[in-house]
């Protein structure tokens, strides 16, 4: 059985930093793309950053050197750390699989950054 389960969100003052995690269970992880995407109230859900089974990486020009997509495969692990956090980037935040046509998601973190 595939699961993402999402943890480390909250509430943080703009500025702040958070960590989110990811565990993955239930399929071949070092295979996949793995990845993080936020919607926020009244928008569509966008890409904040992937990481490739290779370690290469792609951000959205909104998060670009503040975010920063690691993964750890041995313990099917992916994360997200963001810094100076602004007020914008207040959204539920979900960790994504993708391999060949597999398309895996998780429930989503909270995330809210406000003053």
């Known amino acids: 059985q595939v699961q993402l389960v999402e943890s480390g969100g909250g509430l943080v003052q703009p500025g702040e930093s958070l960590r989110l995690s990811c565990a993955a269970s239930g399929f071949a992880f070092s295979l996949y793309t793995m990845g993080w995407y936020r919607q926020a109230p009244g928008k569509q859900r966008e890409l904040v950053a992937k990481?490739?089974?290779?370690?290469?990486?792609n951000y959205a020009d909104s998060v670009s050197g503040r975010f920063t997509i690691s993964r750890d495969d041995a313990n099917m692990m992916v994360f997200l750390r963001m810094n100076s956090l602004k007020p914008e980037d207040t959204a539920v935040y979900y960790c994504?699989?993708?391999?060949?046509?597999?398309?895996?998601w998780g429930q989503g973190a909270q995330v809210t950054v406000s003053s």
């Open positions: 990481i490739y089974g290779g370690g290469d990486t």
């Open positions: 994504n699989a993708d391999f060949g046509g597999y398309d895996y």
